[in-house]
Each structure stands twice: as C-alpha cells, then as structure tokens.
C-alpha cells in the first residue's frame, strides 16, 4: 500500500470518527470569533459602552464596595475587575464561587455603580463557549473535543497528502471550483478546494486549542519556542504579615492609591485589572494590558505589599521566555485577533470551512458507496444470467 491509499484510508475513518465534533465545534467557534464585535454592536455585556465623562475614575475600594454587595449571599473565592481607562465600557468585576462558577458585576467606570443586571451563566456567549470546548457535557465532552481536534490536525496533514495531485496538469483543478460541473463534482471541490486554503490557518487554531488540551502539547510548544532551554518559573511574592493591622482596610488603602498613579499613564494603560488578594500573605496584584499590542492583550504584571504598597515583583511582557509570550498570546491566535480584524475574519472562515468539511466528506463517501455497488449487482445478475 503507498502512500497516498494509507492517508486515504485514515482520512476516511478518522473523518467518519469525528466528523460530527468537528462540525460542532466549528460553527460555534465561527459565532465566538466575533463575540466583541457582536456584543458591543448590541450593547451587550461586558462589551456594554457607557458615555465619557469628564470624571476620575472609580478607585478599587469603590468598585470592590459595590460588587460586593451585589455579589451578597454568594460564597466568593477569587475577586477581580478590569477597568479601561480610555474606552466608552464598562468596567467587568468577575468572581468566582465556591463551585468555580463565574459571575460578573458590570459597573460604571466613573462611579462603580452596577449599570446592569448580567447573567453571565446563561448569556448566549457563555452557553456557546460551553459548546465549543466540551460540547455542553462537561468533563467527558472536553476530552472528546480534544480528541477530536488532535484528529483533525491528523486530518488535515492526511487531506494535504491526498489533495496533491499526480501530475503538472492536476494542479489547476485543485485550486479553483469547477462551478458548472455535475453536483457530485462541485461537492468534491467544495471538500478539495476550501479545505486546502483552509488548512494553513486552521492548523494554527487547532494546535493552540491543543495547548489547552494536552499538557505534553503546552511543553512541546514551550521547549521550541525557547529552542530548548529551560526558564525558571516566576515565583509570587508574599505581603509581609507583620505590616498588618487590618487587613481589608490595608488593601484598600494601598490599592487606591497605585490605581491613581496607574490611571493616570494614558499612554500606557490600555486596561487596569485589580485582582483582591484572598489571604493575609497574598500579595496585592495590578495587571496593565498595554496601549501596545492591543490585539493581543499584552499586558505586564505587578506586585505589592498588600499592606505597605511596597513594590516587591514585576512581569513585564518584554521580560518573558519566547514560550512563556507565546503562551500568553496562545488565545489570540486562536481566535486570530492577534492579526486584527483581518486575522479575525480568517479565524472566521477556516472555522466555516471546518464546520462543512465532515458534511461535504461524508457526501462524497455516501456517493462512492452507491457508485460501487451498483457494478456488483449488474455483474451479478449476468452470473445468474
């Protein structure tokens, strides 16, 4: 058996195998693609706009007061709220519970005031993000999306080797639709054609969606990006207890006052994230995402005495191993923000060519079946004969 027979035969069964996740996963990741651009369109959710106006913005004691008490009755682990200084938005304060559910308080900027009610559980966003990484059946739906994905990486690998053709002659066909051909023959080209321009940016989206997946994936990923050398893990600080005399009050103190001095770089604070430290010995962390390289969120890290305002450690992004940037990003390309809307929109489509690739397959397997039993029966009915 050559080559091209065996891909043929693996491209068969592992497409029949997960044809249908792959389908699913597909079209909810074309919806998720454009989440931003839908939801601030709708003014909806996170993305919701508020009018600018000519105020200070709200300290992380008054975001946090409110949240707080909108947040009443509901055993909260973790705290923390991100804030965009030059943007018409909402600033988003996400907890999560006791049974690692999120919920988020969507508050007004200027005044932390809660600007509306948000169910963040049953938003139409949150239910396809739920479809698109586990199929909605929780656990054992995340494995069979992650299998399915390493498949279709298999897929496409298998696809190309089946997609070159025998000769010089073959190539034009294999790059455009025969559009006046019989049906059979243009669902062929629809699986042919797409599929191969569709593979140079799906196998990006797929292999970041495996760093999520497998953790032999993220530690690949990591040793070629950092050409196989290793990094020390950043190891996080710890407040100095013996600062303390009351906890809350400490933290408020502190984080009020470096929020005022952060706010106040326009030119490098694209967005401010407060995380509220969970323990005494917490330190009190500040994210900045940076004015540059928006598209992908690049932010730096910093962390304080809880108590003292103290700065003990930074994590810039331009300090950061090549693996450890790539794993930052590692979302961004997925859903190919990182290549701004034009990367969106590639995102877009390769996931639609994704979605049709198990249908027009499978047609073209229904159609060969049909074709090949009809021989056996004539040259049956002439054995009888």
């Known amino acids: 058996m050559n080559l091209k027979k065996f891909a043929g035969k693996v491209h068969l069964w592992l497409g029949l195998l997960s044809g249908a996740v792959v389908l699913v996963v597909g079209l909810t990741g074309c919806i998720l693609v454009f989440e931003e651009e839908i939801c601030t369109l709708l003014d909806y959710g996170v993305f919701q706009k508020v009018e600018k106006v000519n105020l200070p913005l709200a300290k992380p004691s008054q975001i946090f007061a409110v949240a707080d008490s909108a947040l009443a009755g509901k055993k909260i682990a973790r705290t923390y709220y991100t804030i965009y200084p030059g943007e018409k938005r909402v600033s988003a304060l996400w907890a999560l519970d006791s049974t690692r559910k999120y919920h988020a308080v969507l508050q007004n900027p200027y005044t932390g005031a809660v600007v509306s009610n948000f169910d963040y559980q049953n938003a139409f966003f949150t239910l396809m993000t739920h479809i698109h990484i586990s199929l909605g059946m929780g656990e054992v739906g995340q494995h069979m999306v992650s299998y399915a994905t390493l498949i279709f990486v298999v897929l496409m690998i298998t696809g190309i080797i089946l997609w070159k053709p025998g000769s010089r002659k073959g190539y034009r066909q294999r790059f455009t639709i025969k559009w006046d051909a019989k049906p059979k023959r243009i669902n062929y080209d629809l699986h042919n054609v797409p599929g191969f321009y569709m593979t140079w940016i799906a196998i990006f989206i797929a292999i970041t969606g495996l760093v999520w997946s497998f953790e032999w994936m993220n530690n690949s990923v990591q040793f070629i990006a950092n050409a196989g050398s290793e990094t020390a893990p950043f190891e996080i600080p710890k407040s100095d207890t013996s600062n ?123 159609g060969r079946k049909k074709s090949g039993r009809g021989p056996r029966k004539k040259m049956i009915h002439k054995q009888v004969v």
């Open 244 to 366: 303390s005399n009351s906890h809350k009050v400490g933290f408020y103190k502190v984080a009020d006052s470096l929020f005022v001095k952060i706010a106040q770089r326009s030119d490098y604070a694209r967005a401010i994230r407060v995380y509220r430290p969970n323990g005494s010995t917490d330190a009190l962390r500040v994210t900045v995402e940076t004015t540059l390289g928006a598209g992908y969120a690049r932010s730096d890290d910093f962390y304080y005495d809880q108590y003292t305002g103290k700065a003990l450690a930074t994590q810039l992004f331009s300090d950061q191993s090549n693996g450890e940037k790539i794993r930052r990003i590692n979302y961004y390309i997925h859903v190919g923000s990182i290549g701004g809307f034009t990367g969106k929109l590639l995102a877009f489509f390769a996931s639609l060519v994704a979605a049709s690739l198990p249908v027009t397959g499978l047609v073209i397997f229904l």
